[in-house]
């Protein structure tokens, strides 16, 4: 999918006889971050055992799990902080 067929898609689902051109252009950027994680997640799945062709979207997670379980030494685990409790505002109901 191209930024332009992107575009129109959101112009789509969101245009009113009230909507002004900038606000669909804004809703089309703001949603822009979504479409790049769904293209990166595809590129997760493994090819359906059944299928030809097909994606096996059950299966993603696996993948994930796989493609950490072989570059897991290329990173370094976090070295917790000192101060490892969250923010006082995070607790606070």
Known sequence: MTRRAFQTLVYS??????TSPDA????????E???V???FL?????????TKGHLDRA???????EWWARHADSYCPARPSDDAAPPDWLLDP
């Open 13 to 18: 689902q969101f245009w009113t006889p009230d």
């Open 24 to 31: 669909l252009d804004v809703a089309a950027d703001l949603a």
């Open 33 to 35: 971050p979504y479409l």
């Open 37 to 39: 994680a769904a293209h």
């Open 42 to 50: 595809t590129l997760l799945m493994p090819d359906h055992s059944v």
């Open 59 to 65: 299966g993603w997670r696996e993948a994930y799990l």
